[in-house]
């Protein structure tokens, strides 16, 4: 007979809950450190904040990054040829190129930086959608949708006569993908849906999704603003022509956002807006 020791035992069945050990060692007071505004008092209570899903706080690394720029590097970007401007210019420009590694976009080129995902439909709703639908068009959107991803496309089917359609949601929370695939059709231009709810935090089949409102001949445009801050997003492999994200919702500085759009559709929309640059 053969005795196994308690150290024989650990060497030849691992811990099989590795992930309740690690969630053990999280030093919360090191998490909480790095975000200043958590050192706050609320009525004579040490602030605790759980309202991540609108927007959240910013760690010191970030906070210092902005610091160091307006004490140090401010100036326009692609507008001179000084230092000052060449720098900001430069770090700009690889701040898109980081984006765009990111989301998995084949060229810096399709990341267009905006204030927030509300502007980043806008835009899409505005220049791509004001050229494409007319009277008798539909957009689909789903009955889970913030308010970011309806107001803009009841704006466009007012402008251009097409019918805004909303598809189902279970009882469980979940879209009906039966139902959404029953309203994709021919008068179908634009499908626009979010990965990851805002209110009920489910997690979208976007690139199910969208390969069926791709099939059906419709441009996708996908609300990314929960899913950017908890997810590996890669828009190559969901297959979207438009991809939306907040700054300010993943410790970025507010009034930051991200369109993503295929550089081919990019190219062919008009200006959204005239101006400086």
Known sequence: MSITTPSQQNEQAPDPTPAAGAAAQLDVEAVRADFPILTSEVQGRRLAYLDN????????AVIARLERFFAAENANIHRGVHYLSMQATDQYDRARERVAATLGATDPNEVIFVRGTT?????????????RLAEGDEILITGMEHHANIVP????????????????VTDSGEVDLDGFRSLLGGHTKIAAFTHVSNALGTVNPVAEMTRAAKAAGAAVLVDGAQAMPHLAVDVAEIGCDFYAFSGHKMFGPTGTGVLYGREALLEAMPPYQGGGD
Not at 119 to 131: D, K, R, T
Not at 153 to 168: F, I, K, N, T
């Open 53 to 60: 899903a609108a927007t959240t706080q910013k760690p010191r």
């Open 119 to 131: 502007e980043a439909i806008n835009l899409v709703a505005s220049s791509f959608g004001g050229q």
């Open 153 to 168: 496309w009841q704006l466009l089917a007012e402008r251009s006569g097409a019918r805004l359609v909303v598809a189902p």
